[in-house]
Antibody, heavy 117, light 107 residues
Framework: QVQLKETGPDLVQLTQTLSITCTVS????????VHWVRQPPGKGLEWMGA???????DYNSAFKSRLSISRDTSKSQVFLKMNSLQTDDTAKYFC???????????WGQGVMVTVSS | DVQMTQSPYNLAASPGESVSINCKAS??????LAWYQQKPGKANKLLIY???TLQSGIPSRFSGSGSGTDFTLTIRSLEPEDFGLYYC?????????FGAGTKLELK
């Protein structure tokens, strides 16, 4: 069955770099897209960026040049890297499958990341 | 970016009742509006997309309507498992944007 699982640190220091891995199963990264969405505590969802099935990427301009998304198709993994973390980057980070319907039909459970000073 | 205004912020209801949640886009998004349910400890669940298309496996008591800028999610005959957070999302253009959420609570 389709599964997505995010793994990453619970705590990241201020100004440091966040790295999260999304490991997928039950589908191919060359057929479906994987997007990243985050949710600060008690707040709404924010689209961060996309890894397209062809290998291209798109980013929310709100993250300027801080964000990078990549993948390893042989390991069925998509990676998020974001640098210069600030306290308002404290959030739960989700990866989600995106396909022909242009919506997220499967989500990971998310990983909660706290940025600490 | 398209701003999504969701209302109400909180909603209290009893099992068996029907409720509606509204979502308004700052500009036309055609039919491209999705609804998700969020519950603690569970993955977010896609309920409706393209405004009114029911995702496979979602009970028919959930329905969506609207187009352009105004959309509604209706849940008929609430079941205990329906209580939680609901979010709308426009999937017409990037960046995708979400509403602030509606907390559906047990009255």
């Amino acid at each position: 069955q389709v599964q997505l699982k995010e793994t990453g640190p619970d705590l990241v220091q201020l100004t440091q770099t966040l790295s999260i891995t999304c490991t997928v199963s039950g589908f191919s990264l060359t057929t479906y897209n994987v997007h990243w969405v985050r949710q600060p505590p008690g707040k709404g969802l924010e689209w961060m960026g996309a890894m397209w099935n062809g290998g291209g990427t798109d980013y929310n301009s709100a993250f300027k040049s801080r964000l990078s998304i990549s993948r390893d198709t042989s390991k069925s993994q998509v990676f998020l890297k974001m640098n210069s973390l600030q306290t308002d980057d404290t959030a739960k980070y989700f990866c989600a499958r995106h396909g022909a319907t242009r919506v997220y039909d499967y989500w990971g459970q998310g990983v909660m990341v706290t940025v600490s000073s | 970016d398209v701003q999504m205004t969701q209302s109400p912020y909180n909603l209290a209801a009893s099992p068996g009742e029907s409720v509606s949640i509204n979502c308004k886009a700052s500009k036309s998004i055609s039919k491209y509006l999705a609804w998700y349910q969020q519950k603690p400890g569970k993955a977010n669940k896609l309920l409706i997309y393209d405004g009114s298309t029911l995702q496979s496996g979602i009970p028919s008591r959930f329905s969506g309507s609207g187009s352009g800028t105004d959309f509604t999610l209706t849940i008929r005959s609430l079941e205990p498992e329906d209580f939680g957070l609901y979010y709308c999302q426009q999937h017409n253009e990037y960046p995708y944007t979400f509403g602030a959420g509606t907390k559906l609570e047990l009255k």
